[in-house]
Structures are given as C-alpha cells and as structure tokens.
C-alpha cells in the first residue's frame, strides 16, 4: 500500500506561482506512474499532469501546457507540482495520485489506485 501526502497549497493572486508536493510514505516502485489531478466545486476529477517514475517522462494536460511542470525527487520520494501564470480558474483541490504497472501517464482517475487527501489552491483575481 502506497501513502500520499500533499502539500503546498494556499491563497495567491492571479499570475503568482505555487509549488505543491507529493510525498510518498515508502519508496514507489520502478514501474509506478504518477499524476495530478484537480477538482472544481461540482465537477468531476480533472487531469493536469504525471510522470514516469523511472523514466521522468512526463504528461500535461493543454490546459495547463507551459505554466505547469511536473516533476520527482527519486531521493525523497516525492513528486511536484510546479504552477507558474495562475489564473483564477485554477482554483480548485488538487490531488496527487499513483498507478501501478506504467510507465505510460494515465489520464482517467479509474487507472490510478491510490490518492492523497488534497491539497486546496485558491487563485484570486
């Protein structure tokens, strides 16, 4: 069973940056993915991005192209989320999730088996 930890959220204003961190309670596996995702209040799980743990390829959503980065810190056991020219319909709860088996980023919450409890980002305008 894998542990996810998130955080780094909080209140910025719009164009400010956020750095979110996932941390992993033990050492994930060479053939684990793992992902972002965020929900708006009433709507479904959205995907931003994810990465191959073993590889460092990585996977973003268009919404989020060039202002997100994913990445991992393999020492730590930790993945980030690096949010850069917020805007305001970033706010929302992010999540940080694993998937087994990759090393292809998945982008549907039904391929991932673990998640953390969120982390909430609010960008004001």
């Known amino acids: 069973q894998v542990q996810l930890v998130e955080s780094g959220g909080g209140l910025v204003q719009a164009g400010g940056s956020l750095r979110l961190s996932c941390a992993a309670s033990?050492?994930?596996?060479?053939?684990?993915?793992m992902g972002w995702f965020r929900r708006t209040r009433g709507k479904e799980r959205e995907f931003v991005g994810g990465?191959?743990?073993?590889?460092?390829?990585?996977s973003h959503a268009d919404s989020v192209k060039g202002r997100f980065t994913v990445s991992r810190d393999i020492a730590k056991s930790t993945v980030y989320l690096q949010m850069n020219s917020l805007k305001p319909e970033d706010t929302a709860v992010y999540f940080c999730?694993?998937?087994?088996?990759?090393?292809?980023?998945?982008?549907?919450?039904?391929?991932?088996?673990?998640w953390g409890q969120g982390t909430q980002v609010t960008v004001s305008s």
């Open positions: 999730a694993a998937r087994p088996f990759g090393p292809t980023v998945a982008t549907r919450p039904g391929s991932y088996d673990y």
């Open positions: 033990g050492r994930i596996f060479d053939y684990y993915t």
């Open positions: 990465i191959s743990w073993s590889y460092g390829t990585t």
